[in-house]
């Protein structure tokens, strides 16, 4: 105690900045650092026989000779991208309008309202989907008694089904960030542009989206993120055919309990997604401190 | 540049009327500042003109084309905003050269407005600077030049000094004043700060509660005011107002009576059914001084002394209970608590009809009268 008084003030903050991350760090590491560290030992062994090991590379040779397996890979990442555009650029006019538009009371009800569909779970979320779009759903049945179609219609089980949900699904996370960067744009500085010269298109271009960047890339990293890992949209919503990666990862896992190339499925995953937000940020010149922060 | 005309211009937010019917004139070249409490509608009114809000009602044309439906950029106006509005990720070079950047036109042009600007306002080293690395009076300089390159016909400026300290605020006061007399150019400009509004303005513009109260030259305003909220606005410290009654009407002439003081005579053509009625009297602070050499008298008791150095302000409260403001000299030794009387040449006085109207004064002394 008595040798510490003379970086009492540095060091007891040091200490109490220490003691409040601790549980921040021990969550990280107990549940992130962890288990991955461990995915990625098992994705590197080949099992032998009951309880017998060896090293070996053969659960990703596997995934890169199965055609299935990376055509999966490649389909939910381009999917998953496409799918993060489109819920941009329908978040983006939505996020604009409550942000620039909307005073007071009106802006708290359009918000609330796009959080009103995250008061029920996904599942029956997705439900709800399905009952409205089956075969024998609300929407086949409209089309029939109206006489548009005269056969029931199947509405589920194809791409752009998935894609709908999928959007659905993430269109929260994307406008909240747009709504909260859009809000710290100054309005004098939008008059300005259109004083300056400036039509509809050229201030939005020019001074809004630049300004927005930091929330449209924290938007689309997040939905991206949800999007490539999501299970339960692509699977209900797309059935059998659907092929999504993390059902593979899911087939590994718990159908064919190969730990070992679910473990790999896993960790291709990680480095896919991390690929991607990484190419993303150096593409739209973003950083990820400036993103989050 | 141009000529500019308001005709009966109306203004409403839903059922809120700010604006009623604004007249006014503004010819090619001519500096014109409105001024006004806080909430007038200066701000309104310059939006409208910049086309950034819409016309409710009535005629704004610029260089003789009605413009009421059409957008800011085909007006060719360019308008410099409070606070500054420069953009944080674009450097002080490209800033300025947004506008001309829209307007399509070529690099070479461009780059030779941009540098003659920069020049213009000393802001040829801070040209890669991004906004956020500059002073305040060096962003006000940016916002200035981003509308001086695209060579409008108006220049519109809302308060742009507001958020500069005095000493900036003075040096930037003159300089705006240099630029007005190099680029001959017609400007509108909008502050609350009457010493702003003095130097800078051919033309001020007083406006009450979304209406013209006087347009005139600014001292036209300070000697002749037509109502008595422009005596009240205009000037600092503002006019001392006394209630007075009316004793006595001649042709030219009428008999006042000051409580505490003497009835005096002052040169101000009045009705005769004004006869008995209460009017106000006005004074200004600088235009009194100690002693009883002037027609005009009034006696108080000293309760507040500010000393300015040049000068000292003395706080009368009279025998009515209204204060009055004397501009004493510097060197003055009043102390509080003293009763002194100070007085006024009859030819200072303004008198306000019971509605705020300000009489007409006869025979104005060459001192107290703006004609040249
Ligand atoms: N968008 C709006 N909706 C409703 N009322 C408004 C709106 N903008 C301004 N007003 C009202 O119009 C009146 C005039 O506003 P304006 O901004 O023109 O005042 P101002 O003279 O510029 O005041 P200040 O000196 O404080 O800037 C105010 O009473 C204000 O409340
Ligand atoms: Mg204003």
């Known amino acids: 105690m008595s040798n510490g008084t003379s970086v009492k003030g540095g060091g007891t903050f040091r200490f109490g900045l220490l003691l409040l991350a601790f549980p921040l760090m021990l969550w990280l590491f107990l549940l992130v650092v962890l288990p991955h560290i461990d995915l990625f030992l098992v994705s590197m062994r080949e099992r032998i026989s009951y309880g017998k090991y060896e090293f070996s590379l053969i659960n990703y040779i596997e995934f890169f000779s199965e055609p299935l397996y990376w055509n999966t890979y490649v389909r939910t990442a381009v999917m998953s991208i496409f799918a993060t555009f489109l819920t941009l650029v329908i978040g983006f006019p939505v996020s604009y309008y409550i942000a620039k538009f909307m005073r007071g009371k009106g802006k708290n009800v359009l918000f609330l309202m796009c959080l009103i569909p995250f008061w029920v779970s996904e599942l029956v979320r997705t439900f709800g989907w399905m009952i409205l779009l089956r075969e024998s759903g609300v929407v086949s049945n409209?089309?029939?008694?109206?006489?548009?179609?005269?056969?029931?219609?199947?509405?589920?089980?194809?791409?752009?089904?998935?894609?709908?949900?999928?959007?659905?699904?993430?269109?929260?996370?994307?406008?909240?960030?747009?709504?909260?960067?859009?809000?710290?744009?100054?309005?004098?500085?939008?008059?300005?542009?259109y004083d300056l010269g400036g039509n509809g298109f050229t201030v939005t271009r020019d001074i809004v989206i630049p300004h927005a960047m930091p929330g449209i890339a924290s938007g689309c990293i997040v939905v991206f993120m949800l999007t490539l890992g999501n299970y339960l949209t692509p699977n209900l919503l797309g059935g059998k055919d659907s092929l999504w990666f993390t059902e593979q990862i899911y087939t590994q896992f718990i159908t064919r309990f190969n730990w070992e190339s679910g473990s790999a499925f896993g960790f291709l995953l990680l480095v896919l997604s991390s690929l991607i937000v990484w190419v993303g940020l150096k593409l739209s010149k973003q950083t990820l401190s400036e993103t989050v922060g | 540049m141009a000529d500019l005309k308001l005709d009966q211009i109306h203004k409403s937010y839903g059922a809120v009327d700010v604006l009623h019917g604004i007249d006014l004139d503004v010819k090619d070249g001519e500096f014109v500042v409105f001024v006004g409490p806080s909430g007038c509608g200066k701000s309104t009114l310059l939006r409208i003109i910049a086309g950034l809000e819409d016309i409710t009602s009535g005629d704004l044309m610029i260089d003789g084309d009605l413009v009421n439906t059409k957008s800011p950029r085909d007006r060719g106006i360019a308008m410099v905003f409070q606070s500054y509005a420069l953009y944080p990720h674009m450097t002080v070079y490209k800033n300025m050269a947004f506008g001309l950047k829209l307007d399509k036109q070529d690099k070479a042009a461009i780059d030779a407005r941009v540098?003659?600007?920069?020049?213009?306002?000393?802001?040829?080293?801070?040209?890669?600077?991004?906004?956020?690395?500059?002073s305040g009076g060096q962003r006000q300089r940016v916002a200035i030049g981003r509308a001086i390159v695209r060579q409008p016909k108006v220049f519109l400026f809302d308060e742009p000094l507001s958020n500069l300290d005095a000493a900036l605020r003075v040096?930037?006061?003159?300089?705006?004043?240099?630029?007005?007399?190099?680029?001959?150019?017609?400007?509108?400009?909008?502050?609350?700060?009457?010493?702003?509004?003095?130097?800078?303005?051919?033309?001020?513009?007083?406006?009450?509660?979304?209406?013209v109260e006087q347009v005139g030259s600014p001292m036209q305003l300070y000697h002749h005011p037509q109502t008595r909220f422009v005596a009240g606005f205009i000037g600092s410290p503002a006019m001392n107002f006394t209630k007075v009654s009316i004793d006595k009407v001649e042709p030219g002439k009428v008999t006042v009576s000051i409580p505490g003081g003497t009835p005096s005579v002052l040169p101000f053509d009045v009705d005769q059914n004004e006869l008995g009625n209460?009017?106000?009297?006005?004074?200004?602070?600088?235009?009194?001084?100690?002693?009883?050499?002037?027609?005009?008298?009034?006696?108080?008791?000293?309760?507040?002394?500010?000393?300015?150095?040049?000068?000292?302000?003395?706080?009368?409260?009279?025998?009515?209970?209204?204060?009055?403001?004397?501009?004493?000299?510097?060197?003055?030794?009043?102390?509080i608590g003293e009763t002194?009387?100070?007085s006024v040449s009859a030819g200072a006085a303004h008198l306000f009809s019971g509605g705020g109207k300000a009489f007409a004064k006869v025979d104005c002394p060459a001192e107290y009268s703006a004609d040249e």
Do not use: C
């Open chain 1, 142 to 193: 409209f089309l029939q008694w109206s006489g548009i179609a005269d056969g029931p219609v199947e509405m589920l089980y194809n791409d752009a089904t998935i894609m709908v949900g999928l959007v659905y699904t993430s269109m929260l996370f994307m406008i909240v960030p747009l709504v909260s960067v859009l809000d710290s744009l100054d309005d004098s500085l939008i008059e300005a542009g």
């Open chain 2, 340 to 342: 002194v009387t100070a």
């Open chain 2, 171 to 211: 040096q930037t006061r003159l300089e705006i004043a240099k630029l007005h007399q190099e680029l001959k150019s017609t400007i509108v400009y909008v502050t609350h700060d009457q010493v702003e509004a003095m130097t800078l303005a051919d033309k001020i513009v007083v406006m009450n509660g979304g209406n």
């Open chain 2, 278 to 335: 209460q009017v106000e009297l006005g004074i200004r602070p600088e235009h009194l001084s100690l002693g009883d050499g002037g027609e005009l008298t009034v006696h108080g008791e000293v309760d507040v002394v500010e000393k300015l150095g040049d000068s000292t302000y003395l706080y009368l409260k009279l025998a009515n209970g209204d204060r009055v403001t004397v501009r004493a000299p510097g060197h003055s030794r009043v102390k």
């Open chain 2, 115 to 134: 540098r003659e600007a920069a020049r213009i306002l000393q802001l040829d080293q801070l040209l890669d600077r991004r906004p956020s690395e500059l």
